[in-house]
């Protein structure tokens, strides 16, 4: 059973360029979670999306962050107009379901502005 | 949000030694994860406890739930142990708050 997989595993944008990060869910899930870690600090959550939906995307920044989670297809995080501090490492996890299930993360997407 | 407070932040073991890492926060929880950081970055999943307590090979972890900490005990430490320790509890939401971590080097 593959876990969750992230692409790319690095990506280096210039600043003003796009980044496009993706997410595929263990199989079987269908809540997937975007979390940011930023240098030595902890994971902050950023949003929560299931199939078509986002249901909490309290901790994602007003502009140029985006996400989605189409029928098909990976869950993409999208960030524009990138500037130096978006450096961090980008993790997605997935779950089963609500209510507070255990939570699987990715090996994570480590962007880098130049 | 739930307030997530880990202690030691940073901890040296010479290999062979035991540990207790601890996990203090500030709300009642739906549930609790620790994970494990590893030098490359990964988070390594260790254990799902919203309360009592749980036994993997050399690890195990404790919840107390109404007195609002976790423990994580490491018993003869190896260094593939290093890395950084991560406490994370839900009080329900749809998300899990992370606590700063405990950077642990096991030295031989």
């Known amino acids: 059973n593959a876990g969750v997989m992230q692409n790319p595993r690095h990506l280096v944008r210039r600043r003003g360029q796009e980044a496009r990060l993706r997410c595929s869910p263990m199989k079987g899930h269908s809540h997937v979670y975007w979390y940011r870690q930023l240098p030595e600090e902890g994971l902050k959550f950023m949003v929560y999306l299931q199939k078509e939906n986002i249901i909490d995307e309290s901790g994602m920044p007003k502009e140029r962050f985006s996400a989605e989670f189409p029928k098909e297809g990976p869950s993409i995080l999208r960030i524009q107009q990138v500037v130096r501090g978006d450096s961090a490492a980008y993790f997605c996890a997935s779950s089963p379901g609500t209510g507070g299930p255990e939570q699987y993360f990715g090996p994570g997407t480590r962007l880098t502005v130049t | ?108």
Do not use: M
Request: proline share 6%; glycine share 8%.
């Open chain 2, 1 to 108: 949000g739930i307030q997530v407070e880990q202690s030691p932040p940073d901890l040296i073991l010479q290999e062979g030694a035991n540990s207790t890492l601890r996990c203090n926060f500030s709300d009642s929880v739906n549930n609790l994860q620790w994970f494990h950081q590893n030098p490359w970055g990964q988070l390594i999943n260790l254990f799902y406890i919203p309360s009592g307590t749980k036994q993997n090979g050399r690890l195990s972890a404790t919840t107390v739930a109404t007195e609002r900490y976790s423990l994580l005990y490491i018993s003869s430490s190896q260094t593939t142990d290093s890395g950084v320790y991560f406490c994370a509890p839900n009080p329900g939401a749809n998300n899990l708050f992370f606590g700063t971590g405990t950077r642990l080097t096991v030295i031989p």
